[in-house]
T-cell receptor, first 112, second 113 residues
Framework: AQSVTQLDSQVPVFEEAPVELRCNYS??????LFWYVQYPNQGLQLLLK??????LVKGINGFEAEFNKSQTSFHLRKPSVHISDTAEYFC??????????FGAGTTVTVRA | DTAVSQTPKYLVTQMGNDKSIKCEQN?????MYWYKQDSKKFLKIMFS???????INETVPNRFSPKSPDKAHLNLHINSLELGDSAVYFC????????????FGPGTRLTVL
């Protein structure tokens, strides 16, 4: 069975600064990896996904993530954040067993 | 147009009551899900239906019963509500059983008093 660890529960960051959210997973088989974002009082929205191919994945709103198989990581980055990026970010993994397993989430607070 | 909708948005009720949450998707997807998000924002899958067939049934008390009258709807009925059931419940859908993109509804915040 797979599991997901998000290493930072809260990340405060100033506007226009870069941000990196860390995600590690454990699995004995190949996995699919995802980052979802939850804006305040809303449902989750897919930011980006890794299925196969290039290990650098670009998503919406200027986010990107890099899959590192040897380190079993899928860290999310954005070079310059906006106030509107304030949200909860969830890393998720699937072993193609029809289920997504989510991490505990990282709260990103962007300050002016 | 709302892709995945849930009703009600807020639900406040007493312990021991029975309540239902409804979910509808207009995306033409085959697969639908129910998730529970607790107070620490931890998100866990409860059920999944594919074309009205139950395909995922996690360790959830029998008091929770999903019903899918057609593939566009997945309702969640909860009997004998307990304090620990207080959470935000999210419905989601995906094109098919390949879960790489799920579309989430806005959530239903259930408070059991």
């Amino acid at each position: 069975a797979q599991s997901v660890t998000q290493l930072d529960s809260q990340v405060p960051v100033f506007e226009e600064a870069p941000v990196e959210l860390r995600c590690n997973y454990s699995s004995s088989v190949s996995v699919y990896l995802f980052w979802y974002v939850q804006y305040p009082n809303q449902g989750l929205q897919l930011l980006l996904k890794y299925l196969s191919g290039s290990t650098l994945v670009k998503g919406i709103n200027g986010f990107e993530a890099e899959f590192n198989k040897s380190q079993t990581s899928f860290h999310l980055r954005k070079p310059s954040v906006h106030i509107s990026d304030t949200a909860e970010y969830f890393c998720a993994v699937s072993e193609n067993d029809y289920k997504l397993s989510f991490g505990a989430g990282t709260t990103v607070t962007v300050r002016a | 147009d709302t892709a995945v909708s849930q009703t009600p948005k807020y639900l406040v009720t007493q312990m021991g009551n029975d309540k239902s949450i409804k979910c509808e998707q207009n995306l033409g997807h085959d697969t639908m899900y129910w998730y529970k998000q607790d107070s620490k924002k931890f998100l866990k899958i409860m059920f999944s239906y594919n074309n009205k067939e139950l395909i995922i049934n996690e360790t959830v008390p029998n008091r929770f019963s999903p019903k899918s009258p057609d593939k566009a709807h997945l309702n969640l009925h909860i009997n004998s509500l307990e304090l620990g059931d207080s959470a935000v419940y999210f419905c989601a859908s995906s094109q098919d059983r390949r879960t790489w993109e799920q579309f989430f509804g806005p959530g239903t915040r259930l408070t059991v008093l």
